[in-house]
């Protein structure tokens, strides 16, 4: 069964150790041979100057071997680069038909102490879902965010109000205010190990209900829709235990510059007990998509969403939470980054309003697509719940 799949793995491993050690150790016995030779009779054959015309021919022979390893290493990498998609295919094949868990035993049950080659290639073709999925931690660390968001709140109003501040409250806060409306807010910090600004944004919508602002962004057959930057969004990799997704998105940026794509992990969720929408979203690596030289890859990013109903699911009303930061390696100077972060951002959600604005006039337009889930999920009752 698995046959084919160790095969191609073996052919790697054997493959990279020969190439790679063949020409070295030629070349030491050829030298190791020749110096024996100039101790010998090697001026009878030669003449005079015998031990410098045989150091020459060492040299010359030693600059034609590293061509040859330089070039017998190229080599072996493409076929090892050949084989290691091959392998992975297969494997893709095999994890369809038995399951992830199943595959992985039939997997472990081959592989043994002596093949550590082998079980390094296999790891780099298996994305570790033990590490990068997004656990309830984490989700219950977004959630319990609205707190601290709901204090810095109190302080932007207590500002424009002119009224008392708590110097305690006033010490601890680290985020510097960049816009403040009534219905719009967005605060920034320094992270000093990343050397990036860390956005926060909060917000409040009454004409639409949480749901719609909540599926509009979980629906990625409908980001394109209205987010007209979207080049391509789709789900490259599923967690079957947590629901957690790998997500590969390409971003248009302003010309001339190239676009962005970004490979992230994400998991969205509706927690009744909480009345909390959550979608949370941090950059990973996938083996089935590597970098390309059309786009510039974003490695550097975190997002997360939480929406809060002021009374229902369905309801209209809700505020909302989004801190993120991102590095998309541009050099643009920090005053314009810092302008482009704060309209971006109110621009992005400003499309999102009115995509779930549409999405949910469509809905009510027609209470047959609300129900049946097989019209092209034009308005699903509810997502990741």
Sequence with gaps: MFQRFFSNLGVISAGVSNTLV????????????????????SRLLLGQNANQKLQLLINNISV????????????????????????????????RIYGEQVLMQ?????????????????????FQWEKERVSDEE????????????KLVELSHRKQQGLEIDTNLLESNDWEQLVDRNDFKIWRRLLPDAGLYQYRVFGHFSDIPPRAFYNTQVDLGYWKDWDKNTVEVKIIDKDVETDSEVVHWVYRFPYPMYPRDYVYVRRCKVDANTSTMVITARATEHPSCPETDSCVRVATYCSQMVI???????????????????????????????????????EFLEKVHKAALKKHERSNESPAARADKTSGNIYPKMVHQ
């Design 22 to 41: 063949s020409p070295v150790f030629c070349r030491q016995c050829i030298s190791h041979s020749l110096t024996n030779f100039a101790n010998g009779s």
């Design 64 to 95: 034609k071997l590293n061509l040859l390893n330089v070039v017998l290493t190229q080599q072996c990498n493409r076929v090892a680069a050949l084989r290691l998609r091959r392998a992975y295919q297969i494997l893709l094949l095999y994890q």
């Design 106 to 126: 039939k997997i472990k049950s081959h592989v043994r102490c002596k093949s550590r080659p082998l079980l390094a290639l296999l790891s780099a073709t298996v």
């Design 139 to 150: 989700l219950q660390k977004c959630t319990e965010e609205m707190e601290n968001v709901n």
């Design 308 to 346: 809060k109903p002021d009374t229902t699911f369905e309801e209209n009303g809700f505020d909302y939470v989004m801190t993120y930061f991102d590095d998309p390696k541009t050099n643009f100077p920090p005053m314009c980054f810092n302008w482009m972060a704060s309209t971006g951002v109110h």
